[in-house]
């Protein structure tokens, strides 16, 4: 598989929980995904859209379990060869969670923990990925990580990855929010920040949900019995979020862009008919109020003579001398 197709891009999403029909039937209410058991192994289940695959969901192993593992989503990030991958991590710091594995037909995989803590998972699939595409309603469109050591973990993704900076925001008291992309011009992947200390629990990544309207999903959230825990809340450039603890107590996010409330509008410009009818009385009403040419020319000729008398009569009263009476009354006062 080409480098460039895979390479630091979030190729796949694990949702590892305490109860996978729960949170099946959750998630199906909130985005609109369908679970479904996969052919090849009915413990681990598929989240659908339509025909296309989703995310993963599965329950957490005993293991982890007893080990007191919360339930969390599982972000991977795609390279081509996840043994070198691994053995480059654990050279820069990191620590390996599972080895690198096959999943027979699919791919190969590995779990690591990055230098501050964050387990993330690599993925080479056996299939191609296709093109960097912008994210589809019920896609991953962004991918946060919350850590301590904000500038160690990029330069840690960046060697694995050969991610890149792209833009940074300016948080005040919370720091620097370091956006990065595969590319300095492409589509920005995510950001990560340093966590606050009343962030509870280690470095982690947080996937995002692209949904019509962040506004209204946090609504059906609270309304599924689940919590929001930060948002909704606009962030620069328009676009909407909001976070979200599922029943089981997994964390997650969704994400709305800017383009649906700028095509809102569109219905207050629906009321043509009427316009279209106030025109028309319009012209009635001028074609009513303007006379003929035949009209016209009767007043014109009208207004002249009108005029032309009226010239007359001044003429007249220039003439006329002034009463002497009046003059009388002048003498007496």
Known sequence: MSDSMVRGRFVWHELVTTDPKSAGAFFSKIIGWKAKPWGNDNSYSLFMAGSNQRAGLMSIPEEAQKAGAPPSWLTYIGTPNVDDTARLA???????????????????????????????????????????????????????????????????????????????????????????????????????????????????????????????????????????????????????????????????????????????PAKAASPAKPARKTAKRKAVAKKKAAPKASTRKKLAKKLAKKSAAKGKAAKKSAKKPVKKKSARKGKKR
Do not use: C
């Not at 779990?111 to 912008?134: C, H, K, M, W």
């Not at 990065?180 to 011009?185: A, E, I, P, V």
């Open 90 to 264: 654990t050279s820069l710091g990191a620590t390996i969670k599972m080895p690198p594995a096959d999943i027979p037909t699919v791919g190969r995989y590995a779990v690591i923990a990055d230098p501050q803590g964050a387990v993330f998972g690599l993925y080479t699939p056996n299939r191609p990925t296709g093109p960097d595409s912008e994210p589809a309603i019920g896609e991953f469109s962004w991918h946060e990580l919350a850590t301590t050591d904000a500038k160690a973990a990029f330069e840690f993704y960046r060697k694995l990855f050969a991610w890149e900076e792209t833009s940074a925001m300016d948080m005040g008291e919370m720091g620097v929010y370091q956006m990065f992309g595969l590319t300095k011009q492409g589509r920005p992947q995510g950001g990560l920040f340093n966590k606050s200390s009343q962030m509870p629990g280690p470095p982690a990544w947080l996937a995002y949900i692209k949904v019509a309207d962040a506004r209204k999903s946090a609504d059906a959230i609270k309304k599924a019995g689940a919590q929001i825990v930060n948002g909704p809340m606009e962030v620069p450039g328009g676009d909407w979020i909001a976070q979200g603890v599922d029943p089981q107590g997994g964390m997650f996010a969704v994400h709305s862009t800017v383009a649906k409330a700028a095509a809102a």
